[in-house]
């Protein structure tokens, strides 16, 4: 995440750099970059803390949000602090609670962004203007029942089907299973496009499928933190 953040602000300095010799524009880049590429929050410890940085050069404000993801709109977990003011190149630690009424029966899964508003500015040098950019972090948060054992390959257990035209993904696991989009049907080596980038616990997503017979589906997985492994094979039932 830091390298993608560094990544980001050189893009971001090398095209105002150009522009600068017409525009004499100056940019800065803010951002609360977080010590982990997920949150993961277990029931069992009821909650979870993550370390975020201040990487911007000036003093900032550290704005937390958590987000429902259009599937699941319930109220399962609150952030401490929502807002707080961190010094340049300081840490602020964030807790993640888990406020249910009911046991988890599955994981279930949110979005948590972090952003980082620039305050105290110093003043703009003359015959320059000074852009602020915001840098927003969008991480996803899974909530992970009591009891609930880890596995490291969800996507193993994920069942394909093709009826009518229509591939089928169906999670019949407690799991969210993360994954690419773009599927590749074999041996017709058509492709199918899915809508999004995870499948809910007892979820099933449909899609156009192309002509031809298919036997299998290679995908690309994703572990829970988000790194991409290895293509996986799975059989397609009819």
Known sequence: MTMFL??????????IAALALFLATQTQADGMVPNTSVVIVHE??????????NTDENLALMHVTIEDIAEDSESLVFVTP????????????VRFIIQTEKPLLTQRLKRVIFEGIPEGKPAAEAGHARVGVTVRQNLPLILHPKGL?????????LQWSLQDGQLTVRNDTPYVVRLGQEVQLLPSAGGAMLPKTYVLPGEHISVKAPEGTATQVRFQPATVYGFAVPHYEAPIKS
């Open 82 to 93: 929502p807002l707080a003011r961190v010094e340049a190149s300081k840490t602020q630690l």
């Open 6 to 15: 560094s990544h980001t602000r050189h893009l971001l300095h090398g095209g």
């Open 44 to 53: 069992a410890d009821g909650e979870a803390s993550v370390t975020v940085t």
């Open 149 to 157: 054992a880890p596995n490291r390959t969800p996507w193993t257990d």
